[in-house]
């Protein structure tokens, strides 16, 4: 095989393999209706009391509760990895962390995927 054949194919091999890299780097759950459906059935169980039903944290529960269906006012941001650690481990000083409540880092992700099934604008 020439030098120059050798490079194209060596080079079509090292993005081949940085893709697949990428791909590790995915969170167990997928975004896909299976778990954001899992998501609303673990959001009706425990997140209701302070976001409310729908998300919209109209409630006179919590006066800070963030309204999930706008993403762009979110305390803590608004990417997976951003909700997920809010869900996860908590944040500020009325959140809660649920990862031990909800059982698993799986059920922290179809939350994640139901929140922004949420969203009623992308961010």
Known sequence: ME???IKTFLAARASLLLAFAG?????V????????ERGGQ????????????DGRAQLDVISDATDL?????YYNGS????????????????MPAWRTVV??????WDLVHFVKSL????P
């Not at 673990?42 to 039903?53: A, I, N, P, V």
């Not at 269906?69 to 006012?73: A, K, Q």
């Not at 969203?119 to 992308?122: A, F, L, P, R, T």
Request: aromatic fraction near 6%; hydrophobic fraction near 40%.
């Open 69 to 73: 269906t706008m993403p762009v006012d």
């Open 119 to 122: 969203w009623v604008e992308q």
């Open 3 to 5: 030098s120059r054949h």
């Open 79 to 94: 990417s997976d990895q951003e909700i997920y650690n809010s869900i996860a481990n908590g944040a500020g000083v009325a």
């Open 42 to 53: 673990l959001f009706q169980q425990y997140c209701t009391e302070c976001h409310g039903r």
């Open 23 to 27: 791909l590790l780097h995915l969170p």
């Open 29 to 36: 759950a997928q975004a896909d209706a299976v778990a954001a």
């Open 103 to 108: 059982g698993s880092d799986e059920a922290v």
